[in-house]
């Protein structure tokens, strides 16, 4: 969890920086080259991976349906949280939950998309939400690793985590979950991960 507290209170100095300092154009030029970084980081992450080799080599269409459950309750879910969420649109809840648990990414895309519609104001806060909603659904694949497995499943401990079973929940993944699953945890994270930006995007745009 030591990645995630990290994270966490990173945001929180993000926070009372920009209470000190104005936005400017600046601001937004830079936050947008970290986008981009981060982008750059994710593609790398996937490329140097040693197990995708074989994950490619032992495809089955199948394995697919983990990943497309995944992401189908999380926008599922978050269409929900939009019906009683009245501040936001069903559209801009579904953005933020089809992250999958991608906070980094997804808070930033969020906000550079959604400001031009509905304000810097709204669009920080959404993004916001983004943010803690996907670092906390992290944390519960962490903390609640052994409890998933038990009483639902390995898939379901996998499914929980989404992007992060290929990074930060991977080691808790393999521990509780055996080695037999390693293949599919990363296969669902790397999938989700090259799809998230497109859903993110998609969403913001209607």
Known sequence: ???????????????????????????????????YLLMLQAGLSIGINPQLAKIIKSFSPRLLLLP???VAGAIALSALA?????????????????????????SILIRQLTEPTIGPALAAELATVALLA???????????APLIVK?????????AAGV?????????????????????AI???VLIDICTPFFISFFCSL
């Open 164 to 184: 992060t079973s290929v990074d930060v929940c991977f080691p808790a993944i393999k521990r509780w979950c055996g080695d037999s699953y390693i293949g599919l």
């Open 82 to 106: 939009g019906v009683i969420l009245s501040r936001w649109s069903i559209a801009q809840c579904m953005a933020a939950g089809s992250a999958c648990g991608y906070y980094s990414l997804s």
């Open 134 to 144: 996907n670092i906390l659904r992290e944390l519960f694949a962490l903390v609640a």
């Open 1 to 35: 969890m030591k990645g995630s507290l990290i994270t966490i209170l990173c945001f929180a100095g993000g926070c009372i920086a920009g209470l000190f300092i104005s936005g400017s154009g600046s601001i937004h030029t830079i936050s947008l080259w970290l986008l």
């Open 68 to 70: 497309l459950a995944t």
């Open 187 to 189: 296969l669902n994270g």
């Open 151 to 159: 009483h639902i499943g390995p898939e379901a401990e996998i499914a």
